[in-house]
């Protein structure tokens, strides 16, 4: 079983910055992929930016440019560096985690950008 903790979440003014970490821990064999998603209200949950094993990257359309993944993976820990927030950006943001095969999510954290 694998737990993931999430945290960074919080209120900030469009324009500004935050720093989401999501850390897993349990019994972790092989860790495929790390990945941040986000549902904003009344919309679908959507990919952000992942980062696959090998250190391959992928980040959103909307927030390229403005949103970078990495990864420690001594920590197994996923980080989320997100600057030039809009308040588009407002959402939930998940954390997943592909480990052994299997597929874990996080309970999120709220991320809410004013204007």
């Not at 030039?84 to 991320?111: F, H, Q, R």
Request: overall charge positive; hydrophobic content about 35%.
């Amino acid at each position: 079983q694998v737990q993931l903790v999430e945290s960074g979440g919080g209120l900030v003014q469009a324009g500004g910055s935050l720093r989401l970490s999501c850390a897993a821990s349990g019994s972790i064999f092989s860790i495929n992929t790390m990945a941040w998603y986000r549902q904003a209200p009344g919309k679908q949950r959507e990919l952000v930016a992942s980062f696959i094993r090998g250190g391959y990257t992928t980040h959103a359309d909307s927030v390229k440019g403005r949103f970078t993944i990495s990864r420690d993976n001594a920590k197994n820990t996923v980080y989320l560096q997100m600057n030039s927030l809009k308040p588009e950006d407002t959402a939930v943001y998940y954390c997943k985690v592909i480990a052994d095969g299997m597929n874990y999510w996080g309970k999120g954290t709220l991320v809410t950008v004013s204007s």
